[in-house]
């Protein structure tokens, strides 16, 4: 399955900002169910002030358990 662009370009800028030294990890509250989540930001500056973009958070547990690797025997959906 491809990884569509908006994903690769967001990827692209996280590296970027991890190799610049411009990536935080804040701890923010879950909009939805008010959890705490610890975000991967990249961090810019406008006029002078911090801009923290959230590209994630890390997951709670064992994320092994969590996400299973590429079905390689699937076809592609459209």
């Known amino acids: 399955m491809a ?8 990827f692209a800028t996280l590296r970027r900002a991890a190799e610049d030294g ?11 169910t008010g959890v705490p989540r610890y975000v991967i930001c990249a961090v810019g500056r406008d006029d002078g002030a911090y801009v923290m973009t959230p590209f994630g958070h890390l997951h709670d547990g064992d994320p092994y358990e969590a996400y ?9 959906q459209p």
């Open 3 to 10: 990884i569509p662009d908006v994903y690769r370009r967001n």
């Open 68 to 76: 299973l690797p590429p079905d390689t025997n699937r076809s592609e």
């Open 22 to 32: 411009n990536l935080a990890l804040m701890e923010c509250t879950d909009a939805v």
